[in-house]
């Protein structure tokens, strides 16, 4: 406890300035106590600026503040020097470990303010005084107080090391640079630190840049984070209620066909039992009429018999026929049918519905950065890696085509085949769609035989009716087409075509990227040899199509 009260002394009674117990100590106007000449001293050094202010709490003074010695705490003072409490001299210990001490300094060691690299040695405010005054000694190089200076001494041929060689990029003293460094590109250490001084305020200037620029990224991502929110919040409510109304819609029309067969059921049944109940007492007559004729037939008295026959009331004219006709009805399974159709194309809505909703979403790409899908591959390696599998729809084949090898390969006749009549179906031209819609990264390969042949990607709503262009594969804005025919190769879209030249392959190879927008058609032999790239922007998934010409025929090949 008794060493813990001399160290509070220690410190309460020394000077922040010298570290040492106060000397001629005086009190500041903030409250603050230092030596008077430690005082003088440094508001000397601010004279020119006009600044005077407490180095321990930092209060400034208008005016340079008049000082007085502190009788009562220089005599505190002195009783601490009597009692044996010195102030123990500044060494690095008790300073910490960035403390420098004065190399002039005899006896108790002051406290470094600046290092010489020409000199090699730390000065107090004190010693350092020569530096300031005497010519020579102001073109030295004056740093913070360092401990490592020796480090700047050659350890070979003891000279300060000043000069730095650019070809071995190491600093070397003047003996250096005539010796085993004698031809390099050798400056100045400050002319190598002030042009890699110049370089490093240009890096950090760089730095300082890219961190702007990136708080504007990051704070144009995080507003477009809550736009993505919102619009994600916004779009899902909007969904719920319109997937509610097609609920409430269904359920209607679901109440409005019970309604209507409960009340054709009443209506039927109702017509039913009039014509039953006519029918039943009608029965009863005939029955009452029946049981008379049977008793006269009975009477045997031949006189009685003849006077009451013409008496017997005539059988009326029967108001139906003598049978009941039903029509061949199946009642209101037809009802159930005609349900079951609109459930079925329902499903094929949605389903349509649902593939364009799905890549609608996935579409919303709010980074413009590179397409996730990546580069287009170069080798038939990697183009294989994104096969997949093509079957052609039948509904939508020309009655002229005929599908086989499990709907993967189409071929021309010359008759027309039966085939079921059906909204899909190309009515004039040869042609045929997958079955399959097309989104993401696609890659198939058509083989094919005969006069030519049309390789397609098309929207699924082309027109199918009809012998126009708007049915057509290349002669409208929703298919586009490589079609080769009488030695002749193109690619068509929107009736635009661009003729297309090299040598002709029985195999084509389609490679679709529909994010990126991307369709190229390749010939496939030995290498991948590109026959046309289109970059435009897919709006709804595609579907693969092919047309033939007659004895002609074209295969979607197993991705192997």
């Given amino acids: 406890m008794a060493q813990q009260a001399v160290q509070l002394d220690r410190e309460t009674f020394s000077c922040s300035i010298c570290l040492d117990l106060l ?3 005086v009190a500041i106007p903030c409250g603050h106590s ?12 601010g004279e020119h600026k006009k600044n005077y202010h407490c180095p321990q709490c930092g209060k400034t003074f208008t005016q340079r503040p008049d000082l007085e010695k502190n009788t009562m705490l220089a005599a505190l003072v002195e009783q601490l020097k009597k009692t044996g409490l010195q102030a123990a001299p500044v060494d690095l210990c008790s300073a910490g470990s960035g403390y420098v001490a004065c190399d002039f300094c005899t006896g108790k060691k002051q406290k470094a303010i600046k290092s010489c690299l020409f000199c090699l040695a730390s000065y107090c405010e004190k010693h350092l005084q020569p530096h300031y005054e005497v010519a020579p000694l ?9 401990k490592n200076l020796q480090e700047n001494i050659c350890s070979k041929h003891d000279e300060v090391i000043d000069i730095f060689c650019r070809k071995d990029k190491k600093c070397i003293c003047y003996l250096c640079s005539v010796d085993e460094h004698k031809g390099h590109d050798t400056v100045s250490a400050a002319a190598e630190r002030a042009e890699r001084q110049r370089e490093l305020e240009e890096r950090r200037g ?17 507003q477009e984070v809550e736009a993505i929110n919102h619009s994600a919040d916004k779009t899902v409510e909007d969904s719920e209620k319109i997937f509610t109304e097609l609920i409430r819609l269904l359920q209607k029309r679901s109440s409005d066909v019970k309604q209507q067969i409960r009340s054709q ?32 037939s009975h009477t045997e008295d031949h006189n009685q018999f003849l006077l009451n026959y013409p008496s017997l009331p005539a059988l009326r004219e029967s108001t139906h026929s003598s049978s009941i006709n039903i029509r061949p009805l199946r009642h209101f399974e037809d009802v159930t049918a005609a349900v079951s159709e609109l459930r079925d194309k329902l499903q094929d809505v949605l389903r349509d519905s649902w593939t364009n909703i799905s890549l609608m979403v996935t579409e919303v790409d709010v980074l413009l950065s590179e397409p996730e899908s990546g580069p287009e591959p170069t080798t ?27 709907n993967r390969k189409v071929t021309r006749m010359d008759q027309h085949q039966i085939y079921p009549n059906h909204p899909d179906r190309f009515t004039d031209w040869w042609q045929v769609l997958s079955k399959e819609s097309l989104t993401g990264r696609c890659y198939w390969e058509v083989e094919w035989s005969g006069l030519g042949v049309f390789v397609a990607v098309t929207y699924k709503n082309i027109s199918r009716a009809g012998d126009g262009n708007q049915c057509r594969f290349g002669y409208n804005d929703k298919s586009w087409v490589f079609s080769y025919y009488k030695n002749t190769s193109k690619f068509g879209h929107n009736n635009i075509w661009t003729p297309v030249s090299g040598p002709v392959s029985s195999r084509v190879g389609v490679y679709l990227d529909h994010r990126a927008g991307i369709l190229s058609f390749y010939r496939v032999s030995e290498s991948m040899t590109l ?16 047309s033939v010409f007659p004895g002609g025929s074209a295969e979607f090949c197993k991705p192997k």
Avoid at 380 to 406: Q, W
């Fill in 23 to 25: 000397t001629d100590p």
């Fill in 34 to 45: 230092y030596c008077m000449n430690c005082i003088k001293s440094f508001w000397d050094e």
């Fill in 138 to 146: 102001k073109k030295h190089k004056l740093v913070e107080p360092s």
């Fill in 206 to 222: 760089n730095i300082q840049q890219r961190i702007q620029d990136r708080e504007k990224d990051v704070k144009l991502l995080q």
């Fill in 265 to 296: 059921q009443e209506t039927e049944v109702s017509r039913v039992k009039d014509v039953q109940e006519k029918l039943e007492q009608e029965i009863t007559e005939l029955k009452r009429k029946d049981a008379e004729l049977e008793q006269l």
């Fill in 380 to 406: 038939r390696a990697g183009f294989l890696k994104y096969s997949c599998k093509i079957t052609m729809d039948p509904n939508t084949a020309h009655t002229m085509l005929v599908l086989s090898e499990g």
């Fill in 531 to 546: 026959i046309h790239r289109v970059q435009t922007r897919f709006t709804e998934p595609l579907h693969a199509g092919v």
